[in-house]
């Protein structure tokens, strides 16, 4: 079993529309968890970190769930440049992030 | 200009050859990490080093080696580079002083290697 699992998508939404991702991870040591974004071809860079009692940052809510060990993010009101690919990161201490194998978004006019 | 930075950008070598690939930072971070992307598999971790005299293996170290010269510079380098080495290698950065949410880490643009 992969320590962080995610669906690879690919996922297609209308413009405008909300979509969801979820991630489950197997360590119940994991401490800290993050969404990364990762645009084609480039460097993943840090979207959001993912706290306890969840959050929000404009059009994007993270939520953790410890006693089930998954992660899930929102995207509402979608945009064009919201297509890339979505990395769930969990951290069991700072010498190692677990990345998920990502999961695509495709936003379409 | 950019945090991170590494060098080369693409590199297509045979089998069998040497290659370093080069990552420096000026972000004044202590921590330093080297991973690869192969499509399906995600981010995996060769080595990381927390200063100069800390170098520690990750999850798929063997065929690789590091060489942290300064707290600003970390290298990788594959003694003798196969063809299912290639991949997308990225160099990242975090900063152990970092409070609050932990840890984060910032990424170079990556090197893309190819092996014939």
């Known amino acids: 079993r992969k320590e962080v699992e995610q669906d690879p998508g690919p996922f297609n939404v209308p413009e405008g529309a909300t979509v969801a991702f979820n991630c489950t991870y197997s360590?119940?040591?994991?401490?800290?968890f993050f969404w990364y974004r990762q645009d084609c071809r480039k460097e993943p860079k840090l979207l959001m970190s993912?706290?306890?009692s969840g959050n929000e940052d404009g059009r994007f809510t993270a939520q953790l769930n410890r006693a089930s060990q998954y992660i899930s993010l929102l995207i509402r009101d979608s945009k064009l440049s919201d297509s890339a690919t979505y990395l769930c990161?969990?951290?069991?201490?700072?010498?190692?992030?677990?990345f998920g194998q990502g999961t695509r978004l495709t936003i379409n006019p | 200009d950019a945090d991170v930075t590494q060098t080369p950008r693409n590199r297509i070598t045979k089998t069998g050859k040497r290659i370093m690939l080069e990552c420096s930072q000026t972000?004044?971070?202590?921590?330093m990490y080297w991973y690869r992307q192969d499509p399906g598999l995600g981010l995996r971790l060769i080595y990381y080093?927390?200063?100069?005299?800390?170098?520690n293996k990750g999850e798929i170290s063997d065929g690789y080696s590091v060489s942290r010269q300064a707290q600003a510079k970390f290298s990788l380098s594959l003694e003798s580079a196969i063809p299912n080495q290639t991949a997308l290698y990225f160099c990242?950065?975090?900063?152990?002083?970092?409070?609050?949410?932990?840890?984060?880490?910032?990424f170079g643009p990556g090197t893309r290697l190819t092996v014939t």
């Open positions: 990242a950065t975090s900063d152990s002083g970092t409070s609050g949410t932990g840890y984060e880490q910032y």
């Open positions: 360590n119940s040591a994991s401490q800290s």
């Open positions: 993912v706290y306890s």
């Open positions: 990161v969990v951290s069991q201490g700072a010498q190692k992030l677990v």
């Open positions: 972000k004044g971070h202590d921590r």
């Open positions: 080093s927390f200063d100069v005299k800390d170098i």
